[in-house]
């Protein structure tokens, strides 16, 4: 069965400070790999997508940046973190396209 | 551009009783798939049931079913019998039939009262 690993599980940056979340699937290959971000009290903003290593596809200009080096590995990135970078951040798989996602359990990303 | 609305920010049920959560949404397609997801406390985000929009029949799962409405754009999710650990967060995610993203809207807090 496909599963998706997403870590760490919570992290408290400095502002100002580099920033890599990584998730990983097993079980599957050649996934469509999503990454979303939660703020408090809103719903999932999709951040980066993905449909093979190498490509990316960015919804929303920010601070932050995605890479796809291996098949089963997505990585969210940003050089210098923010106050407004703090959020709760989900890696999901597309199990079979138009069937919905499976969710990495997310990283609670607090900036400080 | 697609959208998708939950009007109720929270909702409070007492056990065993049936709750119904809110959902628009709007879009130019024909062809698309909707989704409810329920994040209970723990965060980890979990399918609870799916209906594709060429099927007039109500998708259903076990306690948990859909009135889905294509002509009004509305996919409420009914909540039979329910119990306390369907405390959580629920969200209604909407994928369009030539795109993979899921757009989600703001989600219901649904409380469970014993």
């Known amino acids: 069965s496909q599963t998706i690993h997403q870590w760490p599980a919570t992290l408290v940056q400095p502002v100002g400070s580099p920033l890599s979340l990584e998730c990983t699937v097993e079980?599957?290959?050649?996934?469509?790999l999503y990454w979303y971000r939660q703020a408090a009290g809103r719903g999932l903003q999709l951040l980066f997508y993905?449909?093979?290593?190498?490509?990316i596809s960015s919804e929303v200009p920010q601070n932050l940046s995605a890479s796809r080096p291996q098949d089963r590995q997505f990585i969210l990135s940003s050089k210098k973190l923010l106050l407004s970078d703090s959020g709760f951040y989900l890696c999901?798989?597309?199990?079979?396209?138009?069937?919905?996602?499976?969710f990495g359990s997310g990283t609670r990303l607090t900036v400080v | 551009a697609q959208t998708v609305t939950q009007s109720q920010p929270e909702m409070s049920v007492q056990e065993a009783e049936t709750v119904t959560l809110s959902c628009t949404y709007d879009?130019?397609?024909?062809?698309?798939?909707l989704f409810w997801y329920k994040q209970p406390p723990s965060r980890q985000m979990i399918l609870v049931i799916r209906?594709?929009?060429?099927?007039?029949q109500n998708a259903t799962e076990n306690r948990f079913s859909v009135n889905f409405q294509k002509a009004a754009k509305s996919f409420s999710l009914k909540i039979s019998d329910s119990q306390l650990g369907d405390a959580a967060m629920y969200f209604c995610?909407?994928?369009?039939?030539?795109?993979?993203?899921?757009?989600f809207g703001k989600g219901t807090k649904l409380s469970v009262k014993p």
């Open positions: 999901a798989l597309e199990r079979t396209i138009n069937y919905g996602y499976t």
């Open positions: 079980g599957t290959s050649n996934p469509n």
């Open positions: 993905s449909v093979g290593i190498g490509q």
């Open positions: 879009t130019s397609e024909s062809d698309y798939y």
């Open positions: 209906q594709e929009a060429y099927k007039q």
């Open positions: 995610a909407f994928n369009g039939g030539s795109q993979g993203n899921l757009i």
